[in-house]
């Protein structure tokens, strides 16, 4: 009686183990099921002007696209506004925007359209949107949109986002515009690393934009303001290269911007050992802070007041002068420091292998 007990007992035992792991491979296998079709879903559709690709233009290709796929763009000349209502990748198969220029078909209009979330733009020259508040890359309410590797020129707006948030502006070229980069009522997006010049009302607009990041951009010789701020608060703002007529201008309210992050090791955009502020100097080429400077950090030591309560707490410093002095010491130092080992490599090589010997013996 007490062995078949024990015997089923042991059977019960087995038999959940073996439904235990029955379900755990099921479950692993519809889960490798689900990656696997999601892979298969992502599908590469080309564009171009000769039969080899899907489609002749970027609008066909998108409009065949689904989500997660991405549009290759062969190199040429479209004529085009692209409207992007899905969450693609579009990219010039190059990546050289010299090479795939989009240009607006209708001038009245955005040449790039985007309503949809997590997109990606890169790799093109974009120009032609000419009418009031047109851009050459428009985002309307999105989010996770990546902006890269594009020329943007001749256009009123180069990049118009609008109410949309954490999206990321990187490697740009924003150049002959009316307004560079214009952000209405959207925050917490990333400028980063972009170049932003010659444009003729404003580089950079902030309005009723609040949160912002913008770092490591060149803002050179645009008209009117390199940034302008309208209402626009808490953003941080450092590590930019400002060299335009006015730097900085002001509309409404604008509190609490910080021009400057702690101070932190990492070479900064003008060359300097710390990253801090930001580095600010005319058309002249005539900069705010040149030597003072007394921990030689490449900080400026005293603060740059940029006016209605916004402070730089560290401008840069860009001193060449003190690089090239520093160069023929090390290479002084470097040089004596090679002679030394070569010698005394020769005289270990002899003392071991004997080299010489046999003079010394003649004599």
Request: hydrophobic share 35%; net charge negative; with cysteine.
């Amino acid at each position: 009686m007490g062995h078949r007990m024990m015997g089923g007992g042991l059977f019960e035992v087995i038999l959940l183990n073996t439904i235990r792991t029955v379900k755990i491979c099921f479950v692993i296998g519809f889960v490798l099921l689900l990656l696997s079709s999601g892979c298969a879903a992502a599908r590469r559709i080309t564009v171009g002007s000769d039969d080899n690709k899907d489609f002749p233009s970027i609008q066909e290709a998108v409009n065949a696209a689904k989500a997660g796929d991405t549009v290759y763009v062969y190199n040429g000349l479209y004529m085009e506004n692209i409207y992007l209502d899905k969450e693609i990748s579009v990219r010039s198969i190059s990546g050289n925007p010299e090479k795939n220029v989009v240009t607006a078909k209708n001038p009245g209009d955005h040449v790039f359209h985007v309503i949809a979330n997590n997109v990606t733009i890169s790799g093109f020259s974009i120009n032609g949107a000419n009418d009031t508040l047109k851009a050459g890359i428009y985002l309307e309410n999105t989010q996770g949109i990546m902006i890269s590797n594009n020329r943007l020129s001749s256009n009123r707006l180069g990049v118009y986002l609008d109410s949309s948030t954490t999206n990321m502006l990187n490697l740009n070229n924003v150049s002959e515009n009316e307004v560079g980069i214009f952000l209405n009522d959207s925050g917490n997006n990333w400028i980063i690393n972009n170049k932003v010049e010659m444009n003729s009302l404003r580089g950079i607009l902030l309005e009723a934009s609040d949160r912002n990041q913008l770092k490591g951009n060149l803002l050179h010789f645009n008209a009117g303001y390199g940034l302008m701020l309208s209402n626009s608060s808490k953003n941080l703002i450092y590590d930019n290269y400002f060299q335009n007529s006015e730097n900085v201008g002001y509309e409404g309210t604008n509190l609490e911007n910080d021009w400057n992050m702690s101070m932190k090791r990492g070479i900064n955009i003008v060359g300097g050992p710390y990253i801090g502020g930001n580095y600010w100097t005319s058309p002249e080429s005539t900069a705010v802070c040149v030597i003072e400077d007394l921990d030689d950090n490449g900080l400026c030591d005293t603060s740059y007041d940029l006016g209605e309560g916004n402070i730089d707490y560290m401008p840069l410093i860009r001193r060449p002068q003190i690089f090239q002095g520093r160069e023929r010491p090390i290479t002084v130092t470097l040089f004596g420091l090679g002679l030394f080992i070569l010698i005394l490599t020769v005289f270990i090589v002899r003392r071991v292998m004997g080299w010489g010997k046999d003079r010394y013996e003649k004599k």
